[in-house]
């Protein structure tokens, strides 16, 4: 490609890519813990699995970003959707926790590697087609959109099937006998997801199209990515924006562990079955997924609401917190009306992320070049990633109750309280000086 693709074109390729890299994660996410469990996991096991997917993620996060800086866009995600399709084979098939174990940290690289590219290469589309001061809220809100409405989508599906191959039709406990166990009802979103990802890959390296990059060397590659790293970190300790970009991200990765971890067992525990469990969680999961899709839809609205920003940002992680916080009051109750107001929390927690996102990275992008683009990305969802992996180990030795909840929630008030001092109006001027 000599050049960018008109911007109709543009979004709806950011579009698809969000969505066919989002829904195999989605598939995913209603039966794994409980795919776990029923392999013999305990929770503390289950916490380091995901901690060994989140420090995999946060130690790739800034060679990853680099490569994308320097090897192009396309290529990075690519093979992001091949470690992806890796991984959900070990997942779906995997009995034993170093097998688990390996299967999480391939998907951390996996995450690693797509953690910027998709946005990068529509931001870089935008900025070619109309210059750096455009507004990028709008398209980065419709990728979100997509993402969530693809995890939503995903997570239904992941928590059906499980419930339909093991009813009255003995499907799964026949698929299960055949293979001595080793597909089970509730593996078989995970390989469903491989499949997927397939998809993925082939529509990435056909329709991400890129200007033609300098041909990479072995040596260029090993000097261009340190430098670009170095950039992104000066980046962050520099600019007190992005700081709190980077701040308020390990936050929002703080809540966003403690939900994933203990949503699952507690909807199960209301159930009485893993099978029904899921179902009911992939319903509650996909309400919160179109929360997250309602907040970044509204997100380009609250900026305008607020007058700015930071101030959206502000707004969108206090209802979030808030969220958390009634999730924590409820922990110990089980009547009717605790149980509709931990889903009110659930959704609160999601809406109020949902809406911080486009806000967020609208800020971070009128802060870097597109020389840097990726990598500072790639520094945002390192922070998610570490304070993630910290949140999931404490959080797998809390007693279970309020406590975990609770400890989640005062995290992101206090990611939430970092913009009570944000600069506004100055993000125009700050772009200009960085080009």
Known sequence: MTEPPAMPAARRRYVTAC???????????????LLFTARGMSLVAIAGFFAAHSLTAAALELPTGGLSDVLG??????????????????????????????GMALLGAGRALSSGPAEAWYVDVVHARCGPDADLRP???????????????????????????AGGSQVGARLSAATSGLIVPLSVPLLAAAVVE???????????????????????????????IAGGLRLGARDALVRR??????????????????????????TGASESGAVVFAALACAGFLCS?????LAPLIARLTGSGERAVLVSLVTSACGLLLLGATALSTGASATVLAAAGYGLVYL?????????????HRRVTRAGRATALSVQSLAMQLIGALTGLLVGVLPRGPVPWLLAGAV?????????????????EHAREAR
């Open 19 to 33: 969505m066919l890299y989002w829904l195999p994660i989605g598939l995913t996410i209603a039966p794994l813990i």
């Open 412 to 428: 992101l008030l206090a990611g939430a309280l970092l913009w009570t001092a944000a600069p506004a109006g100055r993000t125009r």
């Open 198 to 228: 397939i998809a993925f890959v082939s529509y990435v390296l056909t329709a991400l199209l890129e200007p033609p990059r300098p041909a990479a060397t072995v040596r260029g590659v090993l000097r261009g990515v340190p430098l670009t």
């Open 73 to 102: 866009r396309r290529t990075v995600l690519a093979a992001a959707g091949l470690l992806n399709l890796g991984a959900f084979l070990l997942l779906g098939l995997g009995t034993t926790p170093w097998v688990l174990t390996c």
């Open 139 to 165: 398209g980065l809100a419709r990728g979100k959109s997509a993402t969530s409405a693809a995890l939503a989508i995903g997570t239904l599906l992941g928590g059906a099937v499980p419930w339909l191959l």
């Open 293 to 297: 899709g309602l907040g970044s839809h």
């Open 352 to 364: 109020g992320r949902g809406c911080a996102g486009p806000s967020e990275n609208d800020l971070l």
């Open 245 to 270: 970009v980077l701040l308020s991200a390990g936050a929002a990765g703080s809540a966003l562990v403690a939900v994933e971890l203990l949503t699952p067992g507690r909807v199960a525990a209301l």
